[in-house]
């Protein structure tokens, strides 16, 4: 069974810092690409960024590109987002996904999700 469990939201001032954690399970991690998407009330979720295991090819949105950063750890199945210069407009519930293939930005492109972890910036 495949598994995405996010981790490592809360609440952070303007400008502070938080990292993510999306451990995956039931499936081969380096044949996969991981992405994270966020969703705020009242908006379409969105791709923000994506890795693949094996490759380490990545993708950023403009809108987080410079402030976050994506990285994975293949023997422990994780992919984690680093997110830096938190702003108010960063707030939404954060979800990991999985695709076999490459990095892609978009919803219908991952198979597979996560719950969600809720990011707050506050001002």
């Known amino acids: 069974e495949v598994q995405l469990v996010e981790s490592g939201g809360g609440l952070v001032q303007v400008g502070g810092s938080l990292r993510l954690s999306c451990a995956a399970s039931?499936?081969?991690?380096?044949?996969?690409?991981i992405g994270w998407f966020r969703q705020a009330p009242g908006k379409e979720r969105e791709g923000i960024s994506c890795?693949?295991?094996?490759?380490?090819?990545?993708y950023y949105a403009d809108s987080v590109k410079g402030r976050f950063t994506i990285s994975s750890d293949n023997a422990k199945n994780t992919v984690y987002l680093q997110m830096n210069t938190l702003k108010p407009e960063d707030t939404a519930i954060y979800y990991c996904?999985?695709?076999?293939?490459?990095?892609?930005?978009?919803?219908?492109?991952?198979?597979?999700w996560g719950q969600g972890t809720q990011v707050t910036v506050s001002s």
């Open positions: 039931g499936f081969t991690f380096t044949d996969y690409a």
């Open positions: 890795i693949r295991g094996n490759s380490g090819t990545t």
């Open positions: 996904a999985a695709r076999w293939g490459p990095v892609a930005g978009t919803v219908d492109e991952y198979d597979y």
